[in-house]
C-alpha cells in the first residue's frame, strides 16, 4: 500500500528538525518500509477479528454449557485456537513494523530508532504501552488456547464455561485496545527516523522481564476463569484442585523469573546496587506473586484433602483481581504521578472500569454460591493442613499490607487532604515482620503430617538444624559491626530453611538412608524442598547485604590507586567510546586483592543523543561470596573523577535464590500426576483399549 | 518496576530534571566526621526527593535532591539532632517528603492494617481450624458414581 513520502514545506520542516535531533550514524541503513503496510494493514485486521472472535467465543459454549447443547460447547475450544492464531498474527505484523523500522506507524516512530541494535527493536515492540497491551491479550489467548487443548479431560460443561469466561475477559482487553490504546495508528506525514526507545529499557535483562512479567500475571487469568467457572457450576472437588495448580504453578514460575530479572536489572542499571524499591509498579506485580503463592499452597488441600474450597476459589479471584490493580496502578499514573507508562485519564478509567467488572462480578457469584462448597477432610489443630492455613494467612495478609502501604497516598489524599509518601521505611517496618513469621514455621509446616501431626515428633527432627541454623545466626551477629539486628535474623532463617529442605529429603530417604530413592520421589516433592530451599538461599542473600555491604565514594585521578574493603583499585583510564546509538564515558578501572589482578572492570556512563537521556552501567565483579560494584561518575574540576565503589556480599544469592525457587516450581510442574491431569489422559485410554 | 517503563514523552521530562547527572552523595558533601556523615545518610534514605519517583535524595541523580543533602548536612553541622533536622525539612517542603509516614491523626490506620488484619485473619483461622478438628466425616456421596469413577481415575493415577 503506497504511503505519500515526506514532501512539501512542512515535511522538509520535520525532516530537518529530526535530522538535527537524530544525527544518524555512517552506514546506517536508511529509513525504508513503506511498501509493507499491507502486513501492518492485515495485522490490524487481525486484531478486530480476534475481538469479534472472542465474542463468540464468550457467548456460545456459555449458553450451551447451560442449555447442555454439545454442538454449542464445542465451539469453544476452535474458537479459541483461531482467536490465539488471529491475535499471534497481529502481534507478528506490529513486531515486523518494528523490525523493518516502519515510520508510517506512530507507534515506531515514538519508541524506535534505525540506527537501533536488533534486539532492541525487537523488545521495542512491548517495550511501549500499546505494544506491551497487544502483548497481555496474546498471553491471554495464548493460555486460553493451551486450555483448550490440554483440557480434553475436563467435564465438558466445565471446559466450555473457563474458555468463555476467559474469552470474556479477552473481549473487555481488545476493546481497550482498539479503542484507547491502538498501536496500528498511522502517522499522516511518516518522518525519515523514529524518536528511538528510552535507553533505560535498552538492555537485555529488560527486554525479557515484561514477557515473563505478563507470562505470570496474565497466567493467573486461567485460574480466575477456572474459579469463576467453577462457581457458575457450583462444585468444586479434587479434580478441580488438580487441574487448578499446574496453571498457578506455571504463572507462579514466570512471575518469579519476570520480578527476578527486573530486581537485577534495578542492581546492575541503576548505578548503586539496590535490589528492591516498594516502588508502586514494583509492588503491582509482587502482590499477584504473593497471592499465587498462596494459592499454589491452598489447592494443594483442596486437591488432597476436600477441604479450604471456598477460601481457594477466592484466592484465584484475588490473584487475578491483583493482576487487574497492577495493571491499573501501571497503566493509569494514578499512584505514579511523574512517569507513568500511559497517563492517560481514559485509560485508567477503562481498566478501573474492567477491574470493576472482573473482580466485582466474580466477588458477587463467589457470595452467592461460596455456601455451597462443603469441605470434606477433618484434620486435626496440628497438621499439615493448619500449617497451609498459616501460609496463606501469612501471604495473603502481607500482600494487603503492601496494598493498603501501595494506594495509601492516594487514601490520604482523597479523603484526609494529606499529601504524604508511603516509602521503603514503611514497607520494611511493616511487611518483613510476615515474612520472618513465614520463615520460622516454614520448615515445621512443611515436615509435619497431613490429617493429624505430632509436632514433637517434626520438632526432634528438625532440631539440629535449629542448633546450627542459630549458631550461624549467633556468628553474623558475632561478625557484623553493630548494624541491623535484620542481617544475623536473615542468616538463622536463611540456613533454616535450607536445612529444613534438606532434612524433608533426607527423611524420605527412609532408614535405609538409600539415596537412590530421592530421584524416585515425586517430582512435587522435589520441587517442593528446591523452592523452599531457594527461598531460603534469597533470605541468605539480602542478609548479607543488610549486614556487610560496604561503600566508598571519592574522587580519583587517572593513575591514582585505593583501597576499598582489602581491595586495590587502580584507575588507569578514563576515554570516550562511540557505541551504536550513544556516546560512553568508559572507566577502566583495574581491581586487585593482595597484588592479585581479579578483574579489569569498565564501568560506562552513556549518553543517549536522540532520547537524552543519560544512563549508568556499572562494572561489577560477581563472585560467589561477594560482588565488586563499581560506578563511574563525572569529571571534577580538578581533572579527576568520582568513582563509587560497593562490596556487595552475597548479592548473587538473591538471584540464584530466586532461580531455584523457579526452578522448584517447573520440577513440580512436570510431575506425572499433573501431566496425567492436563492431557496425557487419551493415549493411556488408547493403550487400555486392547485389555479390555 | 522502578522508572523503566516511561512514555517517551515523558523522557524530555526526565532528561531536564537529569539535565546534569550527578551520581547520587557526591565526594564533595561527605562530611568529614564520619559520625556526623553516617547520620546524614541516614537521614537522607529517608528523605524523598521531591522531583523523582519514589527515589530517596539518598539515591537520587536530582539537583533538589542534592540541595537537600546539603542542607541536611548543614543542619547537622550546626547541632541539630536527626528529629530537628527532619522538622527542619518537613517544615519548609511538607510531610509529602517523609518516604516513612508519620503515625499520626487517619495514619495510625495504616501503621495498624498489618496487625489488625493479621489478628482477624488469625481468628477466623484458628475458628476453621477448630470447626474442621471437630466436623463429622461426610460420608454422603456429592458425586455421581460416573464422576466419582471419573475422579478416581484421576486421583489414582500415579
Known amino acids: ?129 500499546e505494544g506491551s497491551m497487544l502483548l497481555w491479550v496474546l498471553i491471554l489467548a495464548l493460555f486460553g488456547a493451551m486450555a483448550a487443548w490440554f483440557g480434553s479431560n475436563l467435564p465438558e460443561t466445565l471446559r466450555a464455561r473457563v474458555l468463555a469466561v476467559q474469552a470474556a475477559v479477552a473481549v473487555a482487553f481488545y476493546a481497550f485496545i482498539i479503542w484507547t490504546s491502538n498501536p496500528f495508528t498511522r502517522m499522516a506525514v511518516p518522518p525519515f527516523d523514529g524518536q528511538d526507545l528510552n535507553p533505560l529499557l535498552q ?6 522481564h515484561p514477557p515473563f512479567l505478563y507470562l505470570g500475571y496474565v497466567g493467573l487469568s486461567i485460574c480466575f476463569s477456572f474459579a469463576v467457572a467453577a462457581l457458575i457450576e457450583g462444585r468444586v472437588d479434587a479434580a478441580w484442585g488438580r487441574w487448578v495448580r499446574p496453571w498457578t504453578l ?19 542499571e541503576l548505578g548503586w546496587g539496590g535490589f528492591w ?32 474450597k471456598a477460601w481457594t476459589i477466592l484466592l484465584a479471584i484475588l490473584a487475578f483481581g491483583f493482576s487487574l490493580i497492577g495493571t491499573f496502578i501501571v497503566r493509569s499514573g494514578v499512584l505514579t504521578s511523574v512517569h507513568a507508562f500511559a497517563n492517560d485519564p481514559e485509560r485508567g478509567v477503562f481498566i478501573l472500569m474492567i477491574l470493576v467488572f472482573f473482580t466485582g462480578g466474580a466477588l458477587t457469584l463467589f457470595a452467592m454460591r461460596a ?5 470434606k477432610g477433618v484434620f486435626g489443630v496440628v497438621s499439615r493442613e493448619s500449617a497451609l492455613v498459616a501460609n496463606n494467612i501469612l501471604l495473603a495478609v502481607s500482600s494487603f499490607v503492601v496494598f493498603v502501604g501501595t494506594v495509601w497516598p492516594l ?25 520472618l513469621i513465614l520463615g520460622l514455621i516454614l520448615p515445621l509446616g512443611a515436615m509435619i503430617s497431613w490429617k493429624r501431626g505430632k509436632l514433637g515428633r517434626v520438632a526432634k527432627t528438625l ?44 527423611t524420605r530417604t527412609g532408614r535405609s538412608r538409600d539415596l537412590s530413592r530421592l530421584a524416585r520421589l515425586p517430582r512435587a516433592d522435589l520441587g517442593k524442598s528446591t523452592a523452599h530451599a531457594g527461598l531460603g538461599i534469597l533470605f541468605l542473600g539480602v542478609a548479607g547485604l543488610i549486614a556487610w555491604e560496604q561503600e566508598d565514594i571519592r574522587v580519583a585521578q587517572v593513575g591514582e590507586s585505593f583501597e576499598v574493603a582489602g581491595f586495590t583499585l587502580t584507575l588507569n583510564d578514563v576515554r570516550r567510546v562511540q557505541g551504536p546509538n550513544y556516546v560512553s564515558t568508559m572507566g577502566d578501572i583495574t581491581l586487585a586483592l593482595d597484588g592479585t589482578v581479579l578483574a579489569e572492570l569498565f564501568p560506562e556512563k552513556r549518553n543517549y543523543p536522540v532520547a537524552q537521556m543519560p544512563t549508568t552501567e556499572a562494572a561489577i565483579d560477581y563472585r560467589f561470596m561477594r560482588d565488586v560494584y563499581v560506578v563511574i561518575g563525572d569529571r571534577q574540576e580538578n581533572g579527576g573523577w568520582v568513582v563509587r565503589t560497593y562490596i556487595k556480599p552475597l548479592a548473587n544469592w538473591i538471584w540464584a535464590g530466586t532461580l531455584i525457587m523457579s526452578l522448584g516450581g517447573l520440577l513440580s510442574l512436570s510431575d506425572r500426576r499433573f501431566r496425567v491431569a492436563a492431557g496425557a489422559r487419551k493415549s493411556r485410554d488408547k493403550a487400555a483399549v486392547p485389555a479390555e | 518496576m522502578r522508572g523503566r517503563l516511561r512514555s517517551s514523552a515523558l523522557a524530555g521530562v526526565l532528561a531536564a530534571l ?42 537520587s541523580n536530582a539537583s533538589l535532591a542534592r540541595d537537600l543533602r546539603l542542607l541536611v548536612r548543614e543542619r547537622l553541622v550546626e547541632g541539630d539532632t536527626n528529629e530537628e533536622a527532619v522538622a527542619y525539612i518537613v517544615e519548609r517542603y511538607g510531610e509529602y517528603v517523609l518516604l516513612n509516614p508519620q503515625a499520626d491523626g487517619w495514619n495510625w490506620l495504616l501503621w495498624a492494617a498489618g496487625p489488625l488484619m493479621l489478628l482477624t485473619a488469625a481468628g477466623l483461622g484458628a475458628g476453621y481450624l477448630r470447626g474442621r478438628s471437630k466436623a463429622a466425616p461426610q460420608t454422603e456421596a456429592a458425586l455421581s458414581p460416573e464422576e466419582e469413577k471419573r475422579l478416581k481415575d484421576l486421583l489414582d493415577d500415579v
Open chain 1, 371 to 375: 455456601h455451597s462448597m462443603q469441605a
Open chain 1, 250 to 268: 506455571a504463572a507462579w514460575v514466570f512471575l518469579t523469573i519476570g520480578i527476578g530479572l527486573g530486581s537485577w536489572w534495578a542492581y546492575y
Open chain 1, 203 to 208: 538492555d537485555p535483562g529488560l527486554a525479557f
Open chain 1, 411 to 435: 487514601v490520604a489524599e482523597m479523603l484526609f487532604d494529606r499529601k504524604l509518601s508511603v516509602g521503603p521505611p514503611f514497607f520494611n517496618a511493616a511487611f518483613t515482620p510476615f515474612m
Open chain 1, 1 to 129: 500500500m503506497p504511503h505519500s513520502r515526506i514532501g512539501g514545506r512542512r515535511g522538509a520542516e520535520t525532516r530537518d528538525k529530526l535530522n538535527r535531533a537524530a544525527p544518524r550514524p555512517i552506514g546506517a541503513a536508511p529509513a525504508h518500509a513503506y511498501t509493507d503496510g499491507m502486513i501492518t494493514e492485515l495485522g490490524h485486521f487481525a486484531l478486530i477479528l480476534a475481538f469479534l472472535v472472542a465474542v463468540v467465543q464468550m457467548v456460545v459454549p456459555l449458553i450451551g454449557a447451560h442449555k447442555r447443547w454439545p454442538g454449542w460447547m464445542a465451539m469453544a475450544e476452535p474458537a479459541a485456537t483461531t482467536q490465539f492464531l488471529l491475535v499471534g498474527f497481529s502481534f507478528a505484523a506490529l513486531m515486523y513494523a518494528f523490525i523493518t523500522s516502519d515510520f508510517s506507524l506512530s507507534l515506531v516512530v515514538q519508541n524506535s530508532h534505525s540506527a537501533k541494535p536488533m534486539l532492541y527493536k525487537i523488545s521495542g515492540t512491548w517495550g511501549n504501552h
Open chain 1, 463 to 506: 532440631l539440629p538444624v535449629f542448633v546450627l541454623a542459630v549458631a550461624l545466626g549467633g556468628l553474623a551477629w558475632a561478625m557484623q559491626t553493630g548494624r541491623s539486628l535484620l542481617g544475623p535474623v536473615g542468616v538463622f532463617l536463611g540456613a533454616w530453611l535450607v536445612g529444613g529442605a534438606l532434612t524433608d529429603l533426607w
Open chain 2, 18 to 59: 537529569m539535565a546534569l547527572p550527578a551520581f547520587a552523595v557526591q565526594p564533595d558533601e561527605v562530611l568529614d566526621d564520619p559520625a556526623l556523615e553516617a547520620r546524614a545518610r541516614q537521614i537522607s534514605e529517608g528523605l524523598r526527593c521531591l522531583v523523582c519517583r519514589n527515589e530517596s535524595i539518598d539515591e
Open chain 1, 277 to 308: 524499591f516498594w516502588d508502586p509498579v514494583e509492588n503491582a506485580s509482587f502482590m499477584p506473586w504473593l497471592f499465587a503463592a498462596a494459592l499454589l499452597h491452598s489447592a494443594i488441600v483442596v486437591e488432597k484433602r476436600e477441604a479450604l
